[in-house]
C-alpha cells in the first residue's frame, strides 16, 4: 500500500457573473501568501495569469444511476481533479471555480461520492460571492443564486460600497434568512482576507461549527460574541435572527427556508434511525443540515453534516466543563416540514 | 522462476508498454522512461494524462496537459502530431493506417497518417476514445451511451445510447462488441450488430483497466479484489454468463490487468503493488512480483509472452522475466 497521502483541501467559489469572483481568485493566484494553488475555471477568461496550475474544464453534471440529484456528480472534476493529483506536491490546495448559474451541490458531492477523487482530497469550503446591488434582481430572476447562498459555508458580501447603509442590511438580513449557518463577510473588490475563505476546513468534523458563532448561538439572543461582520457592522442581529426558525422566509423571492432545531441529551438509538430516516426521505430537499448533538451518557460532542442524502458524523471532543450539553441541528433546504422535524427531534431526547 | 529488474522512478506511471521490445514507462511528469541498454528518459511533455502504442508497437502516442499528442520511437526521438494550446489532451488511441485519435474537453480528433485532422464536436465531454479493429472507425465513451464515428467518410455518427456516465471505451479484437467502462461500478457492452446491451456489473470499485484476450474471447477487468473475466466465446457475449475470478485476495483490489499476448493468461496488478498471473483454464495462479510502494496502473506483455512491464502510480516500476 502507498504511504497515506494527505488529502489536499478543495475550495469551491461559487457565485454570479460580477459578483467578484474573478477578482477574488486573481488575489489567491497572485498574493504571497507561501501557498500554491491549482485552480480549476470554465474558462481562463479574465484570469490575466499565466499558470499552468490553471486548468479550464467543462462543467459536466453527471447524474448515476437513478437520476435523484444526491447521486449527481461534476465528472470533469473526477478527472481533472485524478490529473492534478498524479503529480502531487506542485500545489497545496485545490479551488474549483463555478460558473454564475452553476448548482454547488454536484461540485460539492463529487468530492463525497466519488472513492477516487475523496481518497486524494477533501471538501474545504463552498464560498459564494454576492453582489450586494443586485443580490435581489437575482434572487427574482433565478434559483441559483439561492442555492448558492443556501449551501454556502462562507459568504462574501462584496460591492458594500455600492449600496447605503440600509440596502447592506437588508441583504444581509436575506443571505441571513437563506442561510443562518454561514460566515458573512462584507466586502469591497473582494477584499476579503484569504484566510477567511481558504483553509476553513467546514467540511471537517473536528473542525466544523467549531468557530460558528451564528450557527452555535443562534437563538441564545446573547450577541456579545465576536461576530463575522466586519468592523463597520452596526446592524441588529436580534432584529436578523428572529426569521430562522419561521419557515419560508419572509422575503418574497426566497424559496430555501432554514429550520434550526435544539433540545437537551439525545437518545442515540433513537436519533441515529431519526437521521437516517428524514435524510432518506427528505434527501432531495435538504441542501445542507449541520448539528452538534449530546448523547446522553456520552462524555464527547457529536458533530454532524450532510449534503442531500449524504450524511458524516463523529465525535469531536470531549464536552467542556460548565457547557450545556444541548443538542442544535439546522436544515437549509426547500419545502421542510419545521412542524414535524422539530416534534420527531425532540422525540430523540433521552428520557 | 519469475525475475524482476526493477526501475524506480520519481512519480505517477500511467503506462508500462512495450515500444519495439523495449520497455517504456510513461510518467505523469511528462517524462517517458525506457530501458534501452540502460535507463533512458526524454521530457515529452509538460504534464502526461494519456499514452498507449500503435497497433504494430513500433510508437508511443502521448497526450499532455500542456496540449500536445505526441509521439516517440524506441530510440528517444519524439514529434508533435498535434496541439490544442492550453487545453488537455485526455485520452489518446491508435488506429488502422497510421491514424490516430485524441480528445480534449468535448471534441475528439481523428489525424491520419498524412496530418490531416478531422474534428468531432459532441454536446457532452468525450470520457474515452477507442479504434475499432476493423475500417477506420472510433468510438467515443461519453455521458449516457458512446458515440461511433467514420472518419474516411462523411455521414452521421451512430449513437449507443445507455443511462450513466462512461468513461472508458474498447473494442473487442473482432470488432464484435464495445465495451465502456462506468462512472459507476460497472461495465456496459453493446453487441453491434443488433445494437444488445450487455450489463456487467457487481463490481465493489470503478473499472479503470480491461484487456482483451489474444483471440478476444475473453474480457479482463480490474475493479474487485479478483481479476473479473467476461466470456466472450458466444455471438451475444457474456450474457447469461458467470465470469472467472481470478487471483482473489481476500482484502485487496485489482487495479491493473493485462492478458498474454498469445495464451489465455492474465498479469494481474493489485493495490498493493504484487503482480500475479493467472491461467483462466485452470486458474492456476503464479506470484510475479511481491507487493510494493504503490497500486500497479499498468501493465503490458511483450511480443513473445515473456516479459511483463509493470508501473505503479508510486513509481516502482520494472520488468519482470516470466523464465527467469
Redesign the interface.
Known amino acids: 500500500m502507498s504511504e497515506a497521502q494527505t488529502q489536499i483541501p478543495v475550495t469551491v467559489l461559487t457565485g454570479y457573473l460580477g459578483s467578484g469572483k474573478t477578482t477574488l481568485l486573481n488575489r489567491i493566484l497572485s498574493e504571497n501568501h507561501g501557498k500554491r494553488y491549482a485552480v480549476i475555471v470554465n474558462e481562463f477568461g479574465e484570469i490575466g495569469i499565466d499558470n499552468d496550475l490553471i486548468v479550464e474544464s467543462d462543467e459536466e453534471i453527471y447524474e448515476m444511476n437513478n437520476g435523484c440529484v444526491c447521486c449527481t456528480v461534476r465528472g470533469d472534476l473526477i478527472r481533472v481533479v485524478e490529473g492534478l493529483m498524479r503529480r502531487p506536491g506542485r500545489f497545496d490546495a485545490i479551488v474549483v471555480e463555478t460558473t454564475g448559474l452553476a448548482d454547488p451541490v454536484p461540485v460539492a458531492q463529487t468530492f463525497f461520492m466519488d472513492d477516487d477523487v475523496r481518497s486524494k482530497t477533501k471538501l474545504d469550503a463552498v464560498v459564494a460571492l454576492v453582489d450586494a446591488k443586485h443580490l435581489p434582481l437575482r434572487l427574482k430572476d433565478s434559483r441559483e443564486a439561492e442555492d448558492q447562498i443556501a449551501f454556502a459555508d462562507v459568504v462574501v458580501l462584496n460591492k458594500t460600497d455600492l449600496v447605503d447603509d440600509e440596502e447592506l442590511r437588508s441583504v444581509e438580513a436575506t443571505i441571513r434568512a437563506i442561510n443562518p449557518a454561514a460566515k458573512i463577510h462584507r466586502t469591497e473588490r473582494a477584499g476579503v482576507a484569504l484566510d477567511q475563505v481558504l483553509d476553513r476546513g467546514a467540511f471537517d468534523l473536528s473542525r466544523a461549527l467549531e468557530n460558528d458563532p451564528h450557527f452555535l448561538e443562534a437563538h441564545d439572543h446573547d450577541h456579545d460574541h465576536d461576530h463575522e461582520c466586519g468592523p463597520d457592522c452596526d446592524h441588529d442581529h436580534h432584529h436578523d435572527h428572529h426569521h430562522h426558525d419561521h419557515g419560508v422566509s419572509p422575503i418574497h423571492d426566497v424559496t430555501v427556508q432554514s429550520v434550526s432545531l435544539r433540545g437537551g441529551e439525545m437518545d442515540s438509538k433513537k436519533f441515529f434511525p431519526w437521521i437516517e430516516k428524514i435524510t432518506q426521505a427528505e434527501g432531495p430537499n435538504i441542501l445542507r443540515l449541520k448539528g452538534i448533538i449530546a448523547f446522553k451518557d456520552d462524555p464527547d460532542r457529536y458533530v454532524i453534516q450532510g449534503v442531500h442524502m449524504i450524511i458524516e458524523g463523529d465525535h469531536q471532543r470531549a464536552w467542556k466543563d460548565g457547557e450545556n450539553h444541548d443538542s442544535r441541528l439546522v436544515f437549509i433546504g426547500r419545502e421542510l416540514d419545521a412542524e414535524k422535524l422539530k416534534r420527531t427531534f425532540e422525540a430523540c431526547q433521552a428520557a | 522462476m519469475p525475475t524482476v529488474a526493477p526501475l524506480d522512478l520519481d ?2 506511471c ?1 503506462a508500462a508498454t512495450f515500444v519495439a521490445d523495449v520497455p517504456h514507462f510513461a510518467l ?2 511528462g517524462h517517458v522512461h525506457r530501458l534501452d541498454h540502460g535507463h533512458k528518459s526524454e521530457k515529452v511533455h ?2 502526461l ?1 494519456a499514452a498507449t502504442t500503435d497497433l504494430a508497437s513500433s510508437r508511443l502516442v502521448t497526450g499532455g ?2 496540449g500536445k499528442v505526441c509521439s516517440t520511437k524506441a530510440d528517444g526521438t519524439s514529434e508533435t502530431l498535434a496541439e490544442l494550446g ?3 489532451i ?1 485520452s489518446v488511441a491508435c488506429g488502422p493506417q497510421g491514424a490516430i485519435a485524441y480528445a480534449s ?2 471534441n475528439a480528433y481523428v489525424r491520419f497518417a498524412d496530418g490531416k485532422v478531422k474534428e468531432f464536436v459532441h454536446p ?2 468525450v ?1 474515452g476514445i477507442a479504434f475499432s479493429p476493423k475500417g477506420m472507425r472510433i468510438g467515443v465513451a461519453r ?1 449516457n451511451g458512446a458515440t461511433l464515428h467514420f472518419p474516411a467518410a462523411d455521414g452521421k455518427p451512430t449513437e449507443l445510447e445507455w ?3 462512461h ?1 472508458g471505451i474498447t473494442f473487442s479484437p473482432d470488432g464484435n462488441f464495445l465495451v465502456t467502462t462506468m ?2 461500478n460497472a461495465l456496459h457492452g453493446w453487441k453491434l450488430v443488433d445494437g444488445k446491451h450487455m450489463r456487467m456489473s457487481g463490481y465493489p ?2 473499472v479503470k483497466s480491461m484487456s482483451w484476450s489474444a483471440k478476444g474471447k475473453w474480457l479482463a477487468s480490474s475493479g474487485a479484489p479478483a481479476a473479473i473475466v467476461w466470456p466472450f466465446q458466444s455471438k451475444d457475449g457474456p450474457m447469461g454468463k458467470a465470469p472467472l475470478e481470478l487471483g482473489t485476495r481476500g482484502n485487496m483490489m485489482v487495479s491493473a490487468v493485462a492478458c498474454h499476448s498469445a495464451d489465455d493468461i492474465a498479469a494481474i496488478g493489485y ?2 503493488g504484487m503482480v500475479l498471473a493467472a491461467r483462466f483454464a485452470d486458474q492456476k495462479e503464479v506470484l510475479l512480483r511481491r ?1 510494493g ?3 500497479i496502473t499498468s501493465m503490458a506483455w511483450d511480443k513473445e509472452g515473456r516479459r511483463v512491464v509493470f508501473g505503479s ?2 513509481g516502482d516500476c520494472g520488468v519482470i522475466d516470466i523464465a527467469g
Open positions: 512519480g505517477h500511467v505523469a511528469d509538460d504534464g494524462l496537459e500542456d492550453r487545453k488537455w485526455t474537453g468535448r457532452r465531454s470520457e455521458y443511462a450513466g456516465a468513461t462512472q459507476e470499485a470503478k493495490a498493493d507487493p510502494k504503490g497500486a502510480e508510486s
